[in-house]
């Protein structure tokens, strides 16, 4: 992890100095086959993009439904910098919608 907004902190509990260092895998993915199934995020360097719906588990173990949003990053040449990732818990709505 390079970078681990005051936002990332809120969601996922982490402080900025826990995160820095480690891995999205090592921090929010669940250790079970929900979170392993998704893989790295190899179609986002091809497409370019990824979006999904999926499980993610906060600091305190608590898992929360988030909106994932994976973007390659490429410097002017074309070289994979690396991936942005942007998430947005979206609990609620799949409750609601479950619900119905």
């Known amino acids: 992890m390079r970078y681990w907004n005051a936002a990332a902190e809120s969601l996922f ?6 995160a820095l ?7 929010v993915l669940p250790p ?4 392993a199934a998704e893989g790295p995020p190899g179609d986002a360097v091809e497409a370019g993009r990824k979006t999904l ?3 993610r ?5 608590a898992l ?3 909106h994932l949003s994976v973007r390659a990053l ?4 074309g070289v994979l910098l690396g991936h942005l990732h942007s998430q947005a818990d979206v609990t609620h709505l799949k ?3 479950d619900a119905r």
């Open 13 to 18: 509990g982490y402080a900025r100095v826990e």
């Open 57 to 61: 588990r906060c600091k305190d173990g």
């Open 64 to 66: 929360i439904y988030v």
């Open 21 to 27: 260092g480690r891995t999205l895998h090592q921090l």
């Open 74 to 77: 490429h410097d002017p040449a």
């Open 32 to 35: 079970t086959p929900v979170g």
């Open 95 to 97: 409750v609601q919608r």
């Open 53 to 55: 719906e999926t499980i």
